[in-house]
Nanobody, 123 residues
Framework: VQLQASGGGLVQAGGSLRLSCAASGRTFRGYVMGWFRQAPGKEREFVAAISWSGGMTYYGDSVKGRFTISRDNAKNTLYLQMNSLNPEDTAVYYC?????????????????WGQGTLVTVSS
């Protein structure tokens, strides 16, 4: 599976961005997909995950109520709608695919990773 994240950029505090992650190589239809982020000098942090059907979603505490994860299995694409952004959301955002088991919020549980897209929120 190859994952290509896009949609990052510079936005003012309070603004919105929508990230996309296109999968190729094989279908990701049956797998949990997630978004993580990593700010400079910090560890990679769980942002959100979604079940294979899209029926279950999970969020990190810092983004609950502001971010929405979704997927379009027909298009092999994962999304992250980010609203009410603040400077603490500044990070490189990575999409990832979990093909096995393991905690849904844990970095080692994911088998494939995109290259990351930078989100910068100015105050």
């Amino acid at each position: 599976v190859q994952l290509q994240a896009s949609g990052g950029g510079l936005v003012q505090a309070g603004g919105s961005l929508r990230l996309s992650c296109a999968a190729s190589g094989r279908t990701f239809r049956g797998y949990v997909m997630g978004w993580f982020r990593q700010a400079p000098g910090k560890e990679r942090e769980f942002v959100a995950a979604i079940s294979w059907s899209g029926g279950m979603t999970y969020y990190g505490d810092s983004v609950k109520g502001r971010f929405t994860i979704s997927r379009d299995n027909a298009k092999n694409t994962l999304y992250l709608q980010m609203n009410s952004l603040n400077p603490e959301d500044t990070a490189v955002y990575y999409c990832a695919c979990r093909m096995g088991a393991g905690a849904i919020w844990s970095v080692p549980s994911y088998d494939y990773w995109g290259q990351g897209t930078l989100v910068t929120v100015s105050s």
